[in-house]
């Protein structure tokens, strides 16, 4: 599986933006999906994920009330809505994938599959 992520920029504190990965290959929906984020100088962190049909999501208490994260199986999609942003969230933004399932969803190293990352930038 190939991920491509895309939809980052830069952004007034408040403002929205919204990520989008798409997918390679057929058997997108056999994998559980997640966004991380690594700002500068900071350890990698887990943003959000959904299961494979969508019915199930998980966030960080971080963005919990202001991120939405959904899929879209039929177009091999997953995208992370960002509402109400602050300059806290200004990092690089990667969707994963992971074919173990929602056990281990804040778990980056369960990830089989990295996106390159697109860059998300909060000013103040």
């Known amino acids: 599986v190939q991920l491509q992520a895309s939809g980052g920029g830069l952004v007034q504190a408040g403002g929205s933006l919204r990520l989008s990965c798409i997918a390679s290959?057929?058997?997108?929906?056999?994998?559980?999906m997640g966004w991380f984020r690594q700002a500068p100088g900071k350890e990698r962190e887990f943003v959000a994920a959904?299961?494979?049909?969508?019915?199930?999501?998980y966030y960080a208490d971080s963005v919990k009330g202001r991120f939405t994260i959904s899929r879209d199986n039929a177009k091999n999609a997953v995208y992370l809505q960002m509402n109400s942003l602050k300059p806290e969230d200004t990092a690089v933004y990667y969707c994963?994938?992971?074919?173990?399932?929602?056990?281990?969803?804040?778990?980056?190293?369960?990830?089989?599959?990295w996106g390159q990352g697109t860059k998300v930038t909060v000013s103040s």
């Open positions: 290959g057929r058997t997108f929906s056999s994998y559980v």
């Open positions: 959904i299961s494979w049909t969508g019915s199930n999501t």
């Open positions: 994963a994938a992971t074919i173990y399932g929602t056990m281990y969803y804040s778990q980056g190293p369960r990830y089989d599959y």
